[in-house]
């Protein structure tokens, strides 16, 4: 299993980004996928996840409204859309399967939001 971030960056309050996850080594649209943060000092925290039909999801209270987790099963590929980004969103932000009950995680992309 390899999971590969990108996307993330500097942008300023108010701005976009949109993350990446290339997934490969593994039967991809057989799972659900989901896309974690983590602030320096804290835990790493469910931001979204996306069912394995796409058709369901689910998004931490805080990051409702402003951020969109979407699939492609013939790209192999998650995307985390945010929008709105709030000094709070700064993280290292990881992309996660969970399969045949074992954690897969990928290296992360830094997002960083300040003025």
């Known amino acids: 299993v390899h999971l590969e971030e990108s996307g993330g960056g500097l942008v300023q309050p108010g701005g976009s980004l949109t993350l990446s996850c290339a997934a490969s080594g593994f039967g991809f649209s057989r799972y659900a996928m989901s896309w974690y943060r983590q602030a320096p000092g804290k835990w790493r925290d469910l931001v979204a996840r996306?069912?394995?039909?796409?058709?369901?999801?689910e998004y931490a209270d805080s990051v409702k409204g402003r951020f969109t987790i979407s699939r492609d099963d013939s790209k192999n590929t998650v995307w985390l859309q945010m929008n709105s980004l709030k000094l709070e969103d700064t993280a290292v932000y990881y992309c996660?399967?969970?399969?045949?009950?074992?954690?897969?995680w990928g290296q992360g992309t830094q997002v960083t939001v300040s003025s």
């Open positions: 996306i069912s394995n039909d796409g058709n369901s999801s």
């Open positions: 996660h399967v969970l399969r045949l009950k074992s954690d897969y």
